[in-house]
């Protein structure tokens, strides 16, 4: 299953999630229904001495009222949870109790951890994620986020403290497949949906609490008048709603366990696809349930968050059929059929040698397209090692790069520098000096002889850690860093395609950061024909010299998007892609939905493949592509 269709996946759950839903709504209204329809025809509201109607069961006004209203609680306790989520995955980390880890953490254990982030976030081409320490002896951890602009990953203090690196890359790598396959959306918007659910639950306790409270207040004084029947029938319709409200725990119970148990098999078995290590994510599993606690989240919003979990977050070991999680049993026989059945006791991790960068193979480069389209979104044992590789190779550059606070600012403007001809070096400077302060300007300076010394790869590595430091920092700063960007690009003159996915993977990032829940919609054939053949041609360019191979490469490509109508696909002339109109294109392309983004990029890598070379600076140009839709791409090394 390739990223695109992980991607549809989490939208047919995201079906499955509402159609629940719905039931859990039509299911709570009827209940309630049935229970005013008893109260209202059995006298409770009457005078004692008033003759009783048979009760009328169907009363069409009453029910559609009854509805109405719990249709109106419902999604209004939903919509002002999912309002409060909308700030991204952080809401939810700190609602959990977490505390940022900061990059220049000396702690020996959360060094090791943001290691392995840093590695996978290269490995995976997405920007690091916020890393947050949960201050539970369980062991546990979670991925949590919108998309991976404002993902964060969260780990307890027990995980860090019992389990060894094999083992934490094990459970970093099933949270970063989370986090690529687009379920961290879904967990999001089911958090909300569950709040909702149970709201009629809690509505029921206050109704109940407050009545008895009145009632008892009141004394006997209106126990013999007419007005006792009523206070009755009150606290009869809260014990009744409070009761009612428990078809909303099955639902959401149902909800949870029905999306989230088979997406925890799946991340297993990705993380060992990952890392090429099923006893770093089996290790992890069994210790958890060698250890007391296990899972365990004491955190008061735990319940609603179960989903979002490693493993069970409840303290309740009792595996039900609506249990969150499968059992540890079934989880660890999936990953070692040979297991004993014993789980592992460990109070402190123990160090024991990393197997994953040993084990694995070279990358093996990419030769089709398809190859191409697999390794989006996905982190192979490979793409770990090249990752392990560039890490080494740019230590001291991220070392460097967490000491100074204006260190990710300056990287960011001196990578958008680096990307031109070195002759504009002392040009985009001068404006670099007009724009920001004399520190950053100093920085820049000096991290530029060493940005250009780097491979794209290397560059890009780099890129994708100081974004998230630079938007930590300050978002109105990193605004300031996008608007720079776009205007060093433009002072050239020259379209440069790792310029235009710089200044767009930061516009990108701020964009997603300052709006996380932003909406995707799809476009008619007819409004994408001209900006497909802008981005086409302009790759053609790029990658092809000759006239004739140029033309060919294109048509390659135009082929490829055939099913955008693409009836007068015309190479334009190269005077005629102008920086404006190649970012116009690549704006519209933002927002697509990704069945309409694969087959642009399957168009694009048409282009760069006809040649049928798959040289160093083929791939640069794949990467760059992928870069300018949005799409997670690892580095790619030529053989």
């Known amino acids: 299953m390739d990223f695109f269709e992980a991607q549809e996946l989490a939208r047919k759950r995201t079906r499955l999630m509402l159609v ?7 299911s709570i209204a009827i209940a309630l229904y049935g229970i005013v329809a008893y109260v209202a025809g059995a006298g409770f509201f009457k005078a004692q001495d008033a003759v009783n109607a048979p009760i009328t069961w169907w009363q069409p006004d009453l029910f559609l009222g009854t509805l109405g209203a719990v249709i109106l609680l419902v999604s209004a306790c939903s919509l002002f949870k999912v309002a409060q989520l909308r700030s991204g995955g952080g809401y939810v980390a700190r609602s959990m109790g977490g505390i940022q880890i900061e990059q220049t953490t000396q702690n020996a254990d959360e060094r090791v951890l943001m290691n392995i982030v840093e590695e996978m976030s290269i490995a995976s081409g997405v ?3 916020d890393v ?14 919108f998309s991976p602009a404002d993902a964060v ?9 019992t389990l060894n690196r094999d083992e934490l890359q094990g459970v970093v790598a099933h949270e970063f497949s989370h986090i690529l396959n687009g379920d961290m959306r879904l967990n999001i918007r089911l958090m909300g949906v569950l709040f909702g659910i149970l709201a009629i639950a809690v509505l029921g306790q206050l109704v109940f609490r407050s009545t008895a409270e009145a009632g008892l207040l009141g004394g006997g004084r209106r126990r013999g008048k007419d007005g006792g029947g009523a206070m009755i029938a009150i606290i009869l319709i809260g014990i009744a709603v ?7 725990v099955f639902f959401g119970r149902l909800i949870q366990s029905a999306i989230s148990r088979q997406r925890e098999f799946l991340a297993d078995a990705a993380a060992v696809q990952f890392t090429r290590n099923p006893e770093g994510i089996a290790g992890a599993l069994k210790k958890i349930g060698g250890t007391p606690l296990r899972g365990a989240i004491a955190n008061a919003h735990s319940q609603e968050a179960a989903h979002f979990f490693f493993a069970n977050a409840l303290k309740s070991r009792h595996i039900s059929m609506f249990a969150t999680h499968p059992p540890l049993e079934q989880r660890i026989t999936a990953i070692e059929p040979s297991w004993d059945g014993r789980f592992v006791t460990a109070s402190e991790h123990s160090d024991q040698p990393q197997s994953t960068a040993s084990s694995s193979k070279p990358p093996k480069t990419p030769m089709q397209a398809h190859d191409f389209i697999n390794s989006i979104g996905q982190i192979s044992a490979a793409a770990i090692l090249t990752a392990q590789e560039i890490h080494g190779q740019i230590e001291k550059d991220l070392n460097r790069l967490h000491q100074s606070r204006n260190a990710a600012c300056a990287v960011l403007i001196g990578l958008q520098i680096s990307a031109s001809a070195k002759e504009d070096d002392s040009t985009q400077l001068s404006l670099v000096k007009t724009q920001v302060d004399a520190a950053i300007y100093r920085e820049t300076a000096d991290w530029l002889p060493r940005l250009r010394v780097l491979d794209l790869n290397q560059r890009f590595a780099l890129f994708d850690v100081a974004l998230p430091m630079a938007a930590a920092r300050d978002l109105n700063i990193l605004a300031n860093i996008s608007d720079l960007i776009r205007e060093l690009a433009h002072s050239d003159g ?3 395609l790792e310029e235009l996915a710089l200044l767009r993977g930061v516009a990108a990032y701020l964009s997603a950061r300052q709006a996380p829940s932003r909406q995707v919609k799809p476009l008619p054939p007819a409004q994408m024909e001209m900006p497909i053949c802008v981005l086409l041609s302009a790759i053609s360019y790029t990658a092809s010299a000759a006239v004739k191979e140029r033309e060919a490469a294109f048509q390659a490509g135009a082929r490829k998007c055939n099913r955008y109508l693409l009836k007068q696909s015309i190479l334009l002339p190269e005077e005629d892609i102008t920086f404006e109109a190649l970012e ?17 990029f399957e168009g694009a890598l048409s282009v760069v493949l006809e040649d049928g070379r798959v040289a160093q600076d083929e791939l640069s140009l794949v990467r760059i592509i992928a870069t300018n839709l949005n799409l ?6 030529s053989k």
């Open 20 to 26: 629940l839903f719905a039931m859990a709504v039509i």
């Open 584 to 600: 116009a294109a690549l704006d519209l392309f933002s927002d697509l939905p990704l069945p309409q983004k694969k087959i642009i």
């Open 242 to 248: 409070m009761a009612i409200g428990y078809i909303g």
């Open 132 to 145: 947050y320490l949960l201050p539970e002896d369980g062991i546990n951890a979670f991925a949590a986020g």
């Open 127 to 129: 920007p690091m994620p």
């Open 632 to 637: 997670p791409m690892p580095p790619l090394i």
């Open 494 to 496: 020259s379209i440069e």
């Open 153 to 161: 990953v969260a780990v307890t203090r027990g995980c860090i403290r």
